[in-house]
């Protein structure tokens, strides 16, 4: 099992960077592929970025691509999303993810409870 918790989310304004971590109690982050997901108010839940159990492989939403970062760092049992050049329609609050490939359509049995991101313009 595996219990996922994030942080690093708030107000910025649009330009601006945030860094969300995602760190696991239980299992840890490096046995599993690892995602990173949003919902805007009024919207469906969309892919952002995901990374393989590997790490050789990432994958990235064409929206947040050449903007966003994911990564891990296995040491510290965390998956961190690097968000640069923040734009309005950024904001949402975001999920992390665990599952077996990293991918935006695969499946991810266990959730974090989402940490809200606000990008002012």
């Known amino acids: 099992q595996v219990q996922l918790v994030e942080s690093g989310g708030g107000l910025v304004q649009a330009g601006g960077s945030l860094r969300l971590s995602c760190t696991s109690s239980?299992?840890?982050?490096?046995?599993?592929?690892m995602a990173w997901f949003r919902q805007a108010p009024g919207k469906e839940r969309e892919f952002v970025a995901g990374?393989?159990?590997?790490?050789?492989?990432?994958y990235y939403a064409d929206s947040v691509k050449d903007r966003f970062t994911i990564s891990r760092n296995s040491a510290k049992n965390t998956v961190v999303l690097r968000m640069d050049s923040l734009k309005p329609e950024d904001t949402a609050v975001y999920y992390c993810?665990?599952?077996?490939?990293?991918?935006?359509?695969?499946?991810?049995?266990?959730w974090g409870q989402g940490t809200q991101v606000t990008v002012s313009s």
């Open positions: 990374l393989t159990w590997s790490g050789y492989n990432t």
């Open positions: 239980g299992r840890a982050v490096s046995n599993y592929a």
């Open positions: 993810a665990a599952g077996q490939d990293g991918g935006p359509t695969a499946v991810y049995p266990y």
